[in-house]
């Protein structure tokens, strides 16, 4: 049984210390994260790891070098007491399309907005993303992601752990499955607290990230 997700674009991994972080999944994975870049004005910057083919892992957490930000810091970042996987991303062939069905659907993703980024090469990164009030609080049902004309993440010759498994753990299994079916993911679920985990494949034999 395939448990990769169709048209996953990547995982994201939140922490409040984004040194110790990259340093603790080189230390177990024996791969060092690459280097992504910093969200001018939002107070992050990130680390990157492919997870095969055109997934990525993102390790995002405060930048030292920003001064505070306006308002919370993406991804829960603020929030976080430790690293922990919180919440993930697919890009469907057609964003608006997706966006449109979902709601049709009985689901609102989230408005779609514009966001970028430069790598450190000083390359400029443009995407649009779904983004909002109305995305389901869990994490568990993934926003949805367009990368436009910019060139992936993934085709930048990033260290790469492939992705063995996704899964998810939520109180009421059930409830999450129509809303993962109206943005088109698909995500194994048990019951349990809300969490989501991954195991990738490493120099090291496979290693789980919750």
Known sequence: MNTIPPHLDHLVLATPDLAATVAEFTRRTGVAPAPGGAHVG?????????????????????????????GPRPFDVDAVAAARTVTWAISPPD??????????????????????????????????????????????????????????PTATDLPVTPLLRLSA????????RPLLAAVGAELAVAEGPVGLSFTVRTPRGPVTFG
Do not use: C, K
């Open 95 to 152: 964003l608006d399309a997706a966006v449109a069905t979902a709601r049709a659907r009985g689901y609102d993703p989230g408005d779609v907005r514009p966001m970028s980024r430069r790598r450190p090469d000083g390359t400029l990164l443009e995407w649009r993303l779904t983004d909002g009030d109305t995305q389901h609080p869990s994490g568990l049902v993934p926003f949805l992601i367009d990368w436009g004309r910019s060139v992936h």
């Open 42 to 70: 939002r107070g992050t910057r990130n680390f990157l790891v492919s997870l095969g083919g055109s997934s990525y892992l993102e390790i995002i957490g405060p930048d030292p070098e920003q001064s505070e930000p306006d």
């Open 169 to 176: 753990t939520a109180p009421d299994p059930g409830g999450l």
